[in-house]
Structure formats: structure tokens, C-alpha cells
């Protein structure tokens, strides 16, 4: 009995000092609260003058804010209560500058299975802004980009999301603008890890 006392001793103290040597999950790995100084958007450029936009939005209570004009992040400090931002992601979640969300005037359409590259012009109405959450099956906003069936379709059988055929038009106090979700995932397969095509649009007809 004193051997398997002494044996049940050690193995407590060694799994101990393994955690007092352990990383802090917390500090490595911020995935709540304030995101720490870092680039959080990524806007690549192709020939055909459309932009792919990676955002890594992988924290689960912080949000990145992203200037879609000037094509950079802008920290939460200096985003919340502004209109220095005009679109923010979180995982899975997409708030616009608008409504419920921001002081700014954002707003977005969404147009099922309208293909992004042939869309030069944009729509004259069917645009929305940010709400408060209403009688649905979750506590989120209802973004224009969450309202509905969202802009995304869950697989149960294996666990991941992607992309609905939807190209969205958004209209910010510079212009219209063409999105389109590509991806939810980083190639190693992180979650949080949005790209997504933004074009200009001509405005619409009069």
C-alpha cells in the first residue's frame, strides 16, 4: 500500500510541474476578448481588377473591423461607435457599419445564384441594414448577410460550412460594391479563416 501511495505521490507531482510548465492557452492563442496589434485583412488584387479579401476572424468574441475603402483592418478602439469601418467579421458572422450595428450607412443586397463576374451594375433596391435580432432560431443580429437561410449552408455530415450561390451588393458611402464568399476555412482547415471576391460596381440606372 505505502508503494502504491508513493507511485500515486510522484505521478501528481509530475503531472503538476508538466502543467506549471505548460503554455498559456490564453496568451498563445487569443481567441476572446481585444485581439492583440497584428493584421487581421489581407486584400490581394488580380488582373481582372477584383480584390480577394482574407479575413482571419477566428476569435470568438472579438470582432475584426475591416475600412473596405482604404483595404485594411482597423482595431476595435478605434472602430466601435465610428464609421472608420464599413464591414466586420466574427467566425461565421458578418455585421454591416449600419442599423443596430454602427452609426454608419451600409446596407446590402443579396442576389441568389447571380454570377459575381457578370454583374457590372448594381441593383436600385432590395437593400437592407443591420437589425436587431428578431424571432428566429439563434441570438445573433440579423445582418443582410445572416437573415434568411444566411450566406452559408452547414453540412451535418461533415461538420463544416460553405458558401451559399449568393453574390451580395454592397452600397457604401463611396460606391457599390460586388462580394462573394469563397471560403470559411484556412488550408490547414482553421475555421474563422473567411476569403471572400470585392469588385466595384457601377451604380445603379436612373
Aim: with cysteine.
Amino acid at each position: 500500500m505505502a508503494l502504491r501511495t508513493h507511485t500515486r505521490l510522484a505521478l501528481a507531482l509530475t503531472l503538476l510541474a508538466a502543467a506549471g510548465c505548460a503554455p498559456n492557452l490564453q496568451d498563445d492563442f487569443p481567441f476572446d476578448g481585444a485581439l492583440p496589434p497584428g493584421t487581421y485583412a489581407t486584400f490581394t488584387e488580380g488582373s481582372d481588377g477584383a480584390f480577394t479579401v482574407n479575413v482571419e476572424a477566428t476569435a470568438k468574441e472579438a470582432w475584426v473591423y475591416v475600412d473596405m475603402v482604404q483595404r485594411k483592418d482597423v482595431p476595435a478602439a478605434d472602430a466601435v461607435g465610428t464609421d472608420a469601418w464599413h464591414l466586420a467579421f466574427q467566425r461565421f458572422k458578418i455585421m454591416t457599419n449600419s442599423g443596430v450595428s454602427g452609426p454608419g450607412s451600409v446596407e446590402v443586397a443579396a442576389l441568389p445564384s447571380q454570377d459575381f463576374d457578370s454583374l457590372t451594375q448594381a441593383p436600385a433596391g432590395g437593400y437592407a441594414q443591420d437589425r436587431a435580432d428578431g424571432p428566429d432560431g439563434n441570438a445573433d443580429l440579423d445582418s443582410p448577410f445572416l437573415e434568411g437561410a444566411g450566406w452559408y449552408v452547414y453540412d451535418l455530415g461533415v461538420h463544416k460550412l460553405a458558401p451559399r450561390d449568393i453574390t451580395y451588393v454592397v452600397h457604401l458611402p463611396t460606391g457599390y460594391f460586388k462580394l462573394r464568399m469563397l471560403n470559411y476555412y484556412a488550408r490547414a482547415g482553421t475555421a474563422g479563416t473567411l476569403q471572400f471576391r470585392w469588385a466595384p460596381l457601377l451604380p445603379p440606372s436612373m
